[in-house]
């Protein structure tokens, strides 16, 4: 049985707790807060796990007096093992799911999910005993990895708010678009973002995207919503595209960077030629050339 304590209730503390104690060979000796005596936190335990804000993290490790055989884990996606200096069995541990609360939380860190998981061996032993699929990240790639994460769930919330946005002028709720959304995901996973993709910005649709900006342009924040829309337009085009990019290059070989994509987007959108010589030149986001429109 291997013995942990818990500082942080939040969704992530209270998840990983009701999780690890339900495998039947993790037991919990104590949960701390903000508000309690830190320095023996290690004191007669295997593990001692840090789930607090991202923030806090350093200063908790800090406060906690090291133990040498005690392991410290925390499971922040963005931060490496340094964060837990002086701590001499340093490891984290990052689920990639979201953790709306402790009861769906638990079921989810042992449903099979993938795990960011860095320094020492009990990191791999917890993802293991949670039925998870340990993937190492070294310190130098936290923060593309983290990255990835956000755009992988943040992200995507944030879309779907703009789905629900643009679905609610013509009368349609967000669940309308449950199906739509499920399948393009699924596809995505099954087959690879490039076979997965279809639209306008795929086939270069210009006249149906122009009749898309058209209408974001009459609503509320249209600005806001203009420029997520071309974003993704943007992400998708270079997407359909990727083909062309992973050629090989050389003499009589075409390719693709990412200065033509933006010339190619701005060029069909706004019917306007684009000086991509000068330093000035960005792929567009595209609220920055907004005036062109």
């Known amino acids: 049985m291997t013995t942990f304590r818990l500082i942080g209730a939040g969704r992530a503390g209270r998840s990983i707790h009701q999780a690890l104690e339900a495998t039947g ?175 306008p910005a795929m086939r270069g649709d210009w006249d149906t995207v122009e009749r898309h900006r058209r209408e974001l342009r009459t609503m509320a924040g249209s600005r806001t919503e203009l420029s997520g829309y071309d974003a993704m337009v943007a992400m998708a085009r270079r997407l359909s595209l990727e083909e062309a990019e992973s050629v090989p290059t050389g003499p009589g070989v075409p390719s693709v960077s990412d200065v033509d994509l933006g010339r190619d987007l701005l060029e069909a959108l706004w019917d306007v030629e684009v000086d991509v010589a000068g330093p000035e030149f960005q792929v567009p986001a595209l609220a920055a050339v907004e005036d062109v429109a």
């Open 25 to 199: 060979r993790y037991r919990c000796v104590g949960i701390l807060g903000r508000d309690d005596d830190l320095a023996d936190a290690a004191q007669g335990v295997d593990l001692l796990i840090i789930a607090t804000p991202d923030q806090a993290v350093g200063e908790v490790a800090r406060a906690v007096t090291p133990v040498t055989s005690t392991t410290v884990l925390h499971l922040s996606g963005s931060l490496g093992l340094g964060v837990l200096i002086p701590h001499p069995r340093r490891a984290s541990v990052h689920p990639l799911v979201p953790l709306p609360n402790a009861e769906v939380g638990a079921l989810r860190l042992a449903s099979g999910i993938s795990f960011a998981v860095a320094g020492d061996s009990m990191a791999r032993r917890v993802v293991e005993d949670l039925a998870g699929r340990a993937f190492a990240v070294a310190d130098g790639d936290r923060d593309r990895y983290h990255a990835a994460a956000a755009i992988a769930a943040n992200h995507l919330v944030a879309l779907l708010g703009q789905v629900e946005r643009v679905a609610a002028t013509v009368g349609l709720p967000l669940d309308a678009f449950a199906g739509l959304v499920r399948a393009a995901t699924d596809d995505a996973m099954a087959l690879g973002p490039r076979q997965a993709l279809t639209g």
